[in-house]
């Protein structure tokens, strides 16, 4: 049984960073791309970052960002905790949202989020 388990969310005053993590299970992990999504109320599921499957050619695994979270965010995986983390620094008032992390294709069953809150 597929299962994402996400953690580290909380309130944080703008400019300030928080680290999520997300451990997962059922699959084989390291041969997936994974993503961190979120959900901001009333609005619907947004992709945040991606990273890759390593596949030795280039130097590090691929990673892509969307525009707004460029230059704040950084994503990250351990292939060994079938963990993957999202270091979110700088954070803006418009980043308050649930996060979720799922696979990039073909998404499973969703856990239940972590909240993040930028507020003052």
């Known amino acids: 049984q597929v299962q994402f388990v996400e953690s580290g969310g909380g309130l944080v005053q703008p400019g300030g960073s928080l680290r999520l993590s997300c451990v997962a299970s059922g699959f084989i992990f390291e041969q997936y791309a994974m993503s961190w999504y979120r959900q901001a109320l009333g609005q619907g599921r947004e992709l945040v970052a991606t990273?890759?499957?390593?596949?030795?050619?280039?130097?590090?695994?691929?990673?892509e960002y969307t525009d707004s979270v460029k230059g704040r965010f950084t994503i990250s995986r351990d292939n060994v905790k079938n963990t993957v983390y999202l270091q979110m620094n700088s954070l803006k008032p418009e980043d308050t949202a649930v996060y979720y992390c799922n696979t990039r294709y073909s998404p499973r069953a969703w856990g239940q989020g972590t909240q993040v809150t930028v507020s003052s």
């Open positions: 990273i890759f499957v390593h596949d030795g050619i280039t130097e590090s695994p691929i990673i």
